[in-house]
Every structure is written in structure tokens, then in C-alpha cells.
């Protein structure tokens, strides 16, 4: 079967755990900065599958690939995401950057998995327990060796070759890029002055009002990434499974999210170095908007690394840069997500609903969304925004746009329950819900929380009545609730907020 869901990976990995490198079992144990010695042989292990080419590590698994039992010493909190990005942060260089999702496997114990991305353009690097940096790869076992042979030396260095071949390709792109934009701009303000300059000449002043900001064209970059998105969910290998026919089903359930930025005139930006800026969003990400996956996520591996990308749009040659491919990716965790960022600094993901596959899991007879989910969807996209927008100083303001679909008889859902409470019985009575709002940059940088409420407030009003009203729920107590929960679950989410992050 094409896809699979983390209990399927995990039922794979634990059948063949004696003849794949890519994987490490551990038991449950000490990773606190007290264990040294602990901490030391986690580094060596995450760095070792790294040099693989990527991985995962489980915890709470024997040696023998036999799945243990929940652990009272060791509680999930132990191996939450910052947990395990602090442990490396003081052990890994170069960084890398995992995901740490948590496995409700077959026995009903949930097992804490950090999935391991491979190096990039060098190796990487792990102190011992005296703070000594070896580099280590996998060997047969498996095990995690020091590397010692002219082999060892030569797979992986080939590995970082093809990495920096993918780097100059990209670099090359983004030049290209970034010259073939300052030319058409430059063009489009010479015919613009020119038409300007015949207009004064030949009609009598007018007040300037300015143009209001392009939806139109938005719009049609949105439902471009919307239509690729859909069409590699129906490329994939489908079989007769339940996962497999949700996953067929998010062709018509998802929600698209986009944001553009743009000058006081209300003029699309030109993005002089996309991926660059988009490096550093994702970065800050990890530390504000990390669920396991972020938007506009960008990956090491040559694979799946974002690529400079020509698109033609309503007749229009479109640049911009292109996410990982839904069918690129084999493992389905919840979520299938797709996004672009094109040269005019307009930025689109797509994505399914996390709640359709917690409603598959937990054997939920009703469709919902839950107003947990909602939070961070709108988050994650403006938590982007707000970081793009600081590291653009051009950016006067935001234009910001939503499009639910698949929306119809689903109810809203009350906190981490996953449907089972619910906020109230009323049923969204249409397919489709879509949402726009302007915001200024002191606005998104100064206020996030307020900013963040009016995006939210909107489609949370869908389900507005006597039970449930949006404007009153979505207070700081219920968000600061919401975030310490998901800290807890593993994630590293934080408003981009002063006042909110000093109570949350």
C-alpha cells in the first residue's frame, strides 16, 4: 500500500528491524542534561541515521524490536519536542532539526518517534560524554560507529557532494529568479509611468485614491496551488484500506491559506531572495509554530528541498518556489500539506484536516473540526506572516485569505478531545467558507494576539450561536490553555506575543 499511517511505519520498522540502518530502538531512559552519558549515546544515534540519509529513533522499544510498556519513570513529557532539540542543540554541529511525533501503537501504548532528516551539504558532528565531537555512521547491527574507513568516508562525503550540487542549482534558480523579476518590474513601471504621464496630459486632476489590494490575482495563484495540491492527492497508489479512502477523500476536503505582502500602495512585493527568507522563517518556526510539521516547512534532504518553479497562471508566466510534493511523501501522520511562494511574495499552503484523521482513529461517527485545530492552522500561517513580514522591511501590509472546503454537516469540537465534546450541535451548513483581511505591519508585529483573533473569529463564527460564541471564547486564558496543552503533547508553539507569552 502506497500510504501508510505512523502505526503501519512502526509495524514495519519493529518486523524488520534486523535488516534496516535507518532505524534505532531504545528503551525507555534518562535523556535529561543530568545523564550525560544518556544524552551523549541519543546525539550519537540521531547523527549516526542522519549520515545515513535519515531515519527514525524509537523510544520505549528493546533491542529486539519488542514494544514496551508505558514507562511511570519516564512519562511522554520527558521526550517532548524541545526536550529532544535542546539535548542536540548542545550535542549536534552542524544543528539539525527533527521531528518528535508521539505513536499510539497496536497495544495502545504511545511511543515517543523522532524522525531523523539526513545531513545536508556536511556531516554531522556528535560530543561524546567528555564533549569530544566524532562523526558516527551506521553500521551493521544496527549500531552507531565512530567512522574509520576510507568507505565510510567516501559514502558520505559523495552524499554531501550531490547536497552542494543541489545548493549551487538552487543558488543559480534564485538568481535567475530575482533577475528576471527586477526586469519584469522594472518594465511594468515604465509602461505604468508612461500611461500615467498621458493620462495627466490629457485629463483634468482627479483625487488619487490608490488601488485597493489585488484579490483577483490571489485568488488565481491560490487556486493554482489548490488544483496542483488536489491532483497529486489523486495521483497517489490508492488501495481498499479506510486510511487509504480518507486520504482519496481530501481531494475534496481541505483548506487552502495564504498571505501577501505588500507595499502602502497596496503593491505585491518582489521577493529578492526566496530561499533565503524562506531558510529563516523556517527556522523561527521550529520555535514558535512546531506541531511535528510547520507551514512553509523547508527540508535538507536533496529530494524533497523547495525548488525555484515556473508556473503559467490565467495566461501569465508566474516564478516562485515549490514546497515538497505530496507524492514525494510515503508515511501519512494526520495531515498532507502543499505550498508555493511566489516571486510577488504571495504565500499559499494547502492542506488536509488533522481532525478527518483523528475522526478515522478514534471511530468518531460525526465530521468535525475542533477549535484547537483551528488555533493552529491560523497561527501557523500567521506566525509565517509575521515572520516573513519582519525580515521584509518594504512590507506596509498584509493581505491575509482563507478558504475552507469540505465544510458541510461538520460540528465544532471542544479542546484536545478530538471530536467526542463538542462546542455545539450546530452543523456548518455549507460546503465552502472563505475569509480575507488587510492588516497593517504594526498591526501583525505589535498586537499578534488581536491580529490572530480577527483571523480566527471568522470561521469559528460558522458555529456561532446561543451555545457557542467565537468573540467571547477566544479570550488569552482559553489560548494560554490551549498552548500549554499542546507544550505538553511535544509541540513548541508560542504567540508571537509579549503579554501572551509572559502568562501562557
Not at 33 to 52: D, F, T, Y
Not at 235 to 240: E, M, P, Q, V, W
Not at 418 to 446: C, I, N, P, S, W
Not at 482 to 503: A, F, N, P
Request: proline share 3%; net charge negative.
Amino acid at each position: 500500500m502506497a500510504v501508510l499511517t505512523d502505526v503501519q511505519q512502526m509495524e514495519v520498522d519493529l518486523r524488520h528491524r534486523s535488516e534496516t540502518l535507518n532505524v534505532e530502538f531504545k528503551a525507555w531512559m534518562d535523556i535529561s542534561k543530568s545523564n550525560k552519558e544518556g544524552q551523549a549515546k541519543i546525539a550519537r544515534h540521531i547523527a549516526a541515521i542522519a549520515n545515513h540519509g535519515g531515519g527514525r529513533v524509537y523510544f520505549g522499544v528493546d533491542n529486539d524490536g519488542n514494544p514496551e510498556a508505558r514507562s511511570e519513570a519516564f512519562p511522554l513529557e520527558h521526550f517532548r519536542s524541545d526536550a529532544i532539540h535542546n539535548l542536540l542543540k548542545t550535542r549536534l554541529e552542524p544543528t539539525l532539526q527533527c521531528e518528535v511525533r508521539f505513536t499510539e501503537f497496536t497495544n495502545g501504548v504511545t511511543y515517543p518517534v523522532v524522525h531523523i532528516p539526513s545531513h545536508g551539504t556536511t556531516p554531522i558532528g556528535a560530543k561524546d560524554e567528555s564533549s569530544f565531537m566524532h562523526i558516527y555512521v551506521r553500521s551493521v547491527g544496527p549500531e552507531s560507529v565512530k567512522i574509520s574507513r576510507y568507505q565510510q568516508w567516501d559514502t558520505i562525503l559523495k552524499r554531501c557532494m550531490r547536497f552542494r550540487d543541489v545548493e549551487a542549482v538552487q543558488t543559480r534558480e534564485e538568481d535567475e529568479l530575482t533577475r528576471t523579476q527586477a526586469m519584469t518590474k522594472a518594465i511594468t513601471e515604465s509602461v505604468t509611468a508612461s500611461v500615467l504621464k498621458i493620462l495627466v496630459e490629457n485629463m483634468s486632476a482627479a483625487p488619487a485614491t490608490g488601488p485597493g489590494v489585488d484579490w483577483t490575482t490571489i485568488d488565481a495563484l491560490t487556486e493554482s496551488a489548490r488544483w496542483e495540491f488536489i491532483a497529486q492527492i489523486n495521483a497517489l497508489d490508492f488501495g481498499t484500506t479506510e486510511t487509504d479512502q480518507q486520504v482519496r477523500e481530501i481531494a475534496g476536503k481541505h483548506v487552502v491559506s495564504s498571505y501577501a505582502l505588500l507595499d502602502s500602495a497596496n503593491n505585491f512585493l518582489t521577493l529578492e531572495r526566496p530561499h533565503k527568507l524562506l531558510k529563516t522563517a523556517s527556522e523561527e518556526m521550529n520555535y514558535v509554530a512546531s506541531f511535528g510539521w510547520h507551514d512553509f516547512i523547508v527540508l535538507t534532504n536533496s529530494d524533497v528541498s523547495p525548488r525555484t518553479r515556473l508556473w503559467n497562471i490565467d495566461g501569465k508566466d508566474v516564478t516562485g518556489v515549490e514546497g515538497i510534493r505530496v507524492d514525494g511523501r510515503s508515511v501519512y501522520f494526520g495531515e498532507y500539506d502543499y505550498w508555493r511562494a511566489y516571486g510577488n511574495s504571495v504565500f499559499v499552503t494547502t492542506k488536509s484536516y488533522r481532525e478527518d484523521y483523528h475522526r478515522l482513529k478514534g471511530r468518531v461517527d460525526h465530521p468535525f473540526l475542533t477549535s484547537v485545530n483551528i488555533f493552529i492552522r491560523m497561527h501557523s500561517l500567521l506566525a509565517h506572516a509575521a515572520i516573513t513580514t519582519a525580515n521584509a522591511p518594504d512590507a506596509e501590509k498584509i493581505a491575509l485569505f482563507t478558504d475552507h472546503r469540505g465544510m458541510k454537516d461538520r460540528i465544532l469540537g471542544r479542546g484536545m478531545d478530538y471530536g467526542m465534546r463538542v462546542h455545539t450541535r450546530l452543523k456548518a451548513v455549507e460546503d465552502r467558507y472563505f475569509t480575507q483581511l488587510v492588516v497593517g505591519r504594526a498591526e501583525l508585529l505589535e498586537d499578534y494576539f488581536g491580529t490572530l483573533k480577527r483571523l480566527c473569529v471568522p470561521i469559528l463564527e460558522v458555529w456561532g450561536g446561543s451555545n457557542f460564541d467565537p468573540e467571547e471564547w477566544f479570550t488569552r486564558e482559553n489560548v494560554g490553555q490551549i498552548i500549554s496543552e499542546l507544550r505538553k503533547e511535544g509541540s513548541t508553539v508560542r504567540l508571537l506575543d509579549k503579554e501572551l507569552q509572559q502568562s501562557a
